[in-house]
């Protein structure tokens, strides 16, 4: 079946800019992870989603990073006033029912670059 | 908190030579969960192998195999015979609850 798919693959940002970021799940699955990779460095995560409830957002670098997934599907990342310390891969996973410890698939990434 | 350490930045080998990446973690939790990511240049992370902390059994899975030692919090892990299409970068991540927790990644090189 289909991957986790992310759009758009690309996006480029005058600093100040608001952007959002779009991730598909594997269908039916109940989780959905959202994660920061700066250049050269593992991914870092942002915030955790349980069908449409938030359940972790404590990676969220500040206020101006907000993540919805209203109907417990798509979700959306979108981040205010973007800065330059913002420009990352920005990778969705998700998992299926959500149970500890489960695996998590990726997609492509989306690649900021604010400029 | 939840640390996962790659020693290793770059390995370089030439093709058909046996590549070991490093992963050492640390948790307080009793419970956790290992995994092996492959992220190739296209950028997508491409799931490999999981273990749980009950389990040390190591296993081989075709050309990949992992030695997983509680005694040491290591979680090591084993390209045989590796090939070009092998290159990448390798994350090795842990999990408590929900979210991975990732290491910086070991770049590998397979030269032809």
């Known amino acids: 079946g289909a991957g986790v798919s992310q759009s758009p693959r690309y996006k480029v940002a005058k600093r100040g800019q608001d952007v959002a970021l779009r991730c598909d799940p594997i269908?039916?699955?109940?989780?959905l992870f959202w994660y920061q990779q700066a250049l050269g460095q593992g991914p870092e995560f942002l915030t955790y989603f349980q069908n449409e409830a938030q359940l972790d957002k404590s990676g969220l670098p500040s206020d101006r990073f907000f993540a919805e997934r209203p109907e417990g599907s798509v979700s959306t990342l979108k981040i205010q006033r973007t800065q330059q310390e913002d420009s990352a891969v920005y990778l969705c996973?998700?998992?299926?029912?959500?149970?500890?410890?489960?695996?998590?698939?990726f997609g492509p990434g989306t690649r900021l670059l604010v400029l | 908190a939840q640390k996962v350490t790659q020693a290793q930045t770059e390995i370089s080998v030439v093709e058909k030579e046996d590549v070991t990446l490093d992963c050492v973690y640390e948790?307080?939790?009793?419970?956790?969960?290992l995994f092996w990511y492959k992220q190739p240049p296209s950028g997508e992370l491409v799931f490999l192998i999981r273990?749980?902390?009950?389990?040390?059994q190591n296993e081989i899975s075709g050309r990949y195999s992992w030695n997983f030692q509680k005694s040491t919090s290591s979680f090591n892990f084993t390209i045989t015979a590796s090939q070009v299409v092998d290159s990448a970068v390798y994350f090795c991540?842990?999990?408590?609850?929900?979210?991975?927790?990732f290491g910086a990644g070991t770049t590998v090189t397979v030269r032809a």
């Open positions: 273990r749980n902390s009950f389990d040390e």
């Open positions: 948790t307080r939790d009793t419970t956790y969960y």
């Open positions: 269908s039916g699955h109940v989780s």
């Open positions: 991540a842990l999990s408590v609850r929900s979210k991975l927790s």
């Open positions: 996973a998700s998992s299926r029912t959500g149970t500890r410890g489960e695996t998590q698939y």
